[in-house]
């Protein structure tokens, strides 16, 4: 099983989730669009900071690989397209290409920062923000202990990178790194952790029979109840984000 298995229902991450489309604004910021750029936005979700992007004034352009979550992208009335962010097709097309809480959910990066570099013009900048070195630590634990005490081994799918391994990525395509930071964001839920583990990690669930899907959740909640619930019953993810901007060098 893979990060191929997650599977996207807009509605249910509008939801439980879209407080990460919220905390994305501080990359918008990092980015800070300007009017006319023309802006690929990269694993744009539903459309939810794409959208904020164009009210910039950008012309900007979604893309992801779930033709859900760009179909309603596409209802919000922004030009989104699905495709693999591993294989990038455009040349010295976009002044900017921007990430949110994407880039984590692509194991190849070294394919994708290849992509991105191509993608812009000279001097164009490469923004984002994703899951960093201790991303949902604690979440990933609770959820490999319990598929272990089902004799079942499986490592985290995610990238999660340190500063070092991405500064390094970036380097080696020739990007000039601005900045780059891992801030540690202990992340308030919408609901129950239950809903995140749901919505996210499915790469974790499918791997058991539907039947047993339900329970496994259950005693993963029952695990993190006492790190990650607190008094009044609000629940929180252990989020550490990779922030950086970065600058396609004059050749």
Request: aromatic share 10%; charged share 20%.
């Amino acid at each position: 099983m893979s990060l191929s298995d997650q599977k996207w229902d807009p509605q249910k991450y509008a939801a439980n989730a879209r407080f990460v489309s919220d905390l994305g604004l501080v990359a918008v910021q990092l980015l800070d669009p300007q009017p006319e750029e023309t802006i690929l936005d990269l694993g744009c979700g539903d459309g939810a900071l794409t959208l904020k992007l164009a009210r910039y004034g950008c012309h900007v352009i979604g893309l992801d690989s779930s033709a859900t979550m760009i179909a309603a992208a596409k209802e919000l009335g922004l030009e989104a397209i699905v495709a693999d962010g591993h294989k990038l097709d455009y040349l010295d097309k976009f002044d900017a290409v921007f990430s949110n809480a994407a880039l984590h959910w692509m194991p190849r990066p070294a394919e994708v920062i290849s992509g991105v570099w191509n993608a812009l013009k000279p001097g164009g900048r490469f923004v984002g923000e994703f899951g960093g070195f201790g991303n949902v630590a604690k979440i990933i634990a609770a959820l490999e202990v319990q598929l272990s005490m089902r004799g079942i081994r499986f490592e985290n799918p995610w990238f999660f990178p340190t500063l070092e391994q991405y500064s390094q990525l970036l380097a080696g395509r020739g990007f000039k790194v601005a900045t780059i930071e891992l801030a540690p964001r202990l992340t308030p839920l919408p609901g129950d952790i239950a809903a995140w583990l749901e919505t996210f990690a499915l790469s974790y669930t499918s791997i058991l029979p539907v039947e047993e899907r339900s329970n496994y959740i259950c005693e993963v909640v029952e695990m993190l109840r006492p790190v990650l619930c607190d008094a009044n019953e609000c629940w929180h993810a252990d989020y550490v984000r990779l922030r950086f901007a970065a600058v396609k060098t004059q050749l």
